[in-house]
């Protein structure tokens, strides 16, 4: 690791003022540190906001909704009680991930913006087309873990749990530079690599992501977020899916339907949204829309065996929310 400066901030103000291009704005540091273990990055300037105030609040309106400072931990959010009760998929895509240790350590705001786990990228000996490279070395190589959607021109997959669970609730990010504040949808800030494949999202030098605001969940919306790991441990997970559900009586009125682990963004199942736009559900239509999902899907040469773990993963969670006492 080089040698680098190393700056508190204890306002947003001192934080946005050092971020000239050259510093880097460090939170719980999990993912920072490995990156520059992993020589991915070498800043000569971290910039602590761990101990900032103002942005590790969380706070919920009956009708405005939830705001969240990126500062909050995964344990805090997953532990906090308006969370888990009015936004339980994200309480639970935030309790699922990693291990307690890093869960106490990182922050949803670095769970956001942490940089793919693909191996090749994380690799120094691999120029990867995201390091500036020719190559997109899962395309032929180790890829039981990548993309099965938009996986050309580079196969990674999103790392981020809350960032499923955000773009099933419709979130928005705020993000505040020294020009001012922009509000973007989670849906949206999140890039494929066919637009920048050095990049996952359009978060810019000069800007902190400084709140997430969630929508507030009609009384009859159901939410539910299910995760499947290779093994029961603290790893990423190789397929996970956030639904959020409103219902009519017995009836779906509308879902969002987010896949984790299956694109290099948050991936919405807009076939299977479809289908079950206003319907009963049922094991069959839960079927049904659970297979659609997966329409467009182009597994490389060792991850096919992710569609039917999606189908299953979707077709539960479909039936968890529109069942009576499932979700939240
Ligand atoms: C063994 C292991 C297992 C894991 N499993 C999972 C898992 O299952 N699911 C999952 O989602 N994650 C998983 N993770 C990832 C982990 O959750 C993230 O590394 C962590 O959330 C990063 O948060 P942090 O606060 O440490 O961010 P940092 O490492 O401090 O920062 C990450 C990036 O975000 C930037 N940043 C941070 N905050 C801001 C801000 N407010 N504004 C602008 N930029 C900012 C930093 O500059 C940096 O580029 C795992 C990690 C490990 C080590």
């Not at 761990?50 to 309106?61: M, S, Y």
């Not at 786990?117 to 390091?131: A, D, I, L, P, S």
């Amino acid at each position: 690791m080089n040698a680098f400066q190393w700056t508190e901030a204890t306002s947003l103000e001192q934080a946005l003022a050092q971020l000239d291009g050259k510093a880097v704005l460090k939170a719980g540091g999990v993912d920072l540190l490995d990156l520059m273990k992993e020589h991915l990055i070498e800043p000569t300037r971290l910039v602590n906001i761990r101990n900032l105030k103002g942005l590790d609040r969380i706070a919920d309106d009956e009708k405005a909704g939830l705001r969240v400072g990126p500062m909050v931990t995964l344990a805090r959010l997953d532990a906090d009680e308006t969370v888990r009760r009015r936004y339980v998929a994200l309480a639970d895509a935030a309790g699922h991930a990693a291990t307690p240790q890093i869960r106490n350590m990182a922050t949803v705001g670095g769970n956001l913006l942490q940089r793919p786990r693909c191996w090749y990228f994380r690799n120094e000996q691999f120029h990867c087309k995201k390091k500036g490279g020719q190559t997109c070395y899962a395309q032929t190589g180790e890829n039981q873990y990548h993309a099965v959607f938009d996986n050309d021109p580079c196969a990674i997959v999103h790392p981020s749990a809350t960032a499923t669970a955000l773009v099933a609730y419709g979130a928005k990010l705020e993000l505040t530079s020294g020009k001012g504040k922009r509000e973007v949808g989670a849906e949206d800030f999140f890039i494929l690599p066919k637009v920048d494949v050095h990049r996952e999202n359009t978060l810019a030098a000069d800007e902190v992501l400084t709140e997430i605001r969630v929508p507030a969940p009609p009384a009859n919306a159901r939410a539910v977020y299910l995760k499947q790991g290779e093994k029961e441990s603290h790893d990423w997970p190789i397929a996970e899916v956030a639904v959020v559900m409103q219902r009519d009586g017995e009836q779906c009125r509308s879902a969002s339907i987010v896949l984790g682990a299956a694109s290099p963004v948050p991936h919405r199942a807009k076939e299977a949204e479809a289908i079950v736009r206003g319907k009963k559900i049922d094991e069959k239509v839960a079927r049904q829309a659970a297979e659609a999902a997966m329409d467009g899907a182009d597994p490389l040469t060792h991850n096919e065996y992710k569609l039917p773990l999606f189908v299953t993963l979707i077709r539960r969670a479909l039936l968890t929310a529109a069942s009576p006492e499932g979700g939240r």
